[in-house]
């Protein structure tokens, strides 16, 4: 296995490794500001995969940041050896995911982040917005790009496959058959209207956790994941 390293945005970089028995591919994605972040830290089996790549982009000791959407072992299971590699980083996460977990799991003490609170990490500023429960977990959220635009979206639009690093193709189709197959997404009264949220936003690039960063009209592949999840919602009820 290798990871590849694509520039998706200014200074934001997409690390896609591929795992063969795995029904997706998973990306990381690492923002190069003056005080670097890493969103998702793969699993713990990933990690000499992973920090190699980061390592042709930076050194990895010079981390200062490290966040995910959510608690699940591909988002942080390696969360404590990166704590390790990197004396200087912090966990960061939301408010929830700190309280119920991550002051338990996280070697050093994690920051807390409120809902819009934005981290100013040098040439980026980087929005966390609480999204509880969808995809899935109480404590979910995503961050956004303020700088570049590039919402970082977690595992939102999953696909399954191998993917190439962008795309201009739909990825509403792509996730509603994931959906089909995994059933992951927490359907709530709330979901469509989270992910209606996130549509108001002004975004470029689309930061998918499994699939490809998607560039073209952001905002209508929300609202269109929105009115899929609603759809299910429905027949559900």
Not at 78 to 85: D, H, I, P
Not at 107 to 115: G, V, W
Not at 206 to 226: I, K, N, V
């Amino acid at each position: 296995m290798e990871t590849r390293v694509t520039e998706i945005a200014e200074g934001i970089y997409q690390l896609t490794t591929h795992v063969a028995e795995s029904p997706v591919d998973f990306n990381q994605i690492l923002v190069a500001g003056e005080e670097p972040l890493l969103f998702h830290t793969g699993a713990r089996q990933l990690f000499p995969l992973v920090s190699e790549a980061v390592a042709r982009i930076l050194p990895v000791e010079s981390l200062r940041w490290i966040t995910f959407g959510h608690v699940e072992s591909d988002e942080c299971g390696s969360m404590n050896q990166w704590l390790s590699t990197a004396p200087q980083a912090t966990v960061a996460q939301s408010m929830t995911g700190c309280m119920v977990s991550l002051n338990d799991l996280a070697d050093r003490p994690p920051r807390p982040l409120a809902d819009g609170e934005v981290l100013d990490i040098g040439g980026h500023r980087m929005r966390w917005i609480d999204t509880p429960h969808v995809p899935h977990g109480w404590e979910a959220g995503v961050l956004y790009d303020e700088t570049t635009r590039t919402l970082l979206c977690g595992d939102l639009f999953t696909q399954t496959g191998s993917f190439p690093a962008t795309t201009a193709d739909d990825i509403v189709g792509p996730a509603s058959a994931a959906e089909d197959m995994f059933k992951a997404f927490s359907l709530t009264p709330t979901s469509g209207a989270t992910l209606r949220r996130l549509a108001d936003l002004d975004i470029a690039t689309l930061a998918l956790m499994h699939g490809p960063a998607y560039t073209q009209d952001c905002s209508t592949a929300l609202r269109d994941l929105a009115t899929d999840i609603e759809g299910r919602i429905t027949v559900s009820a």
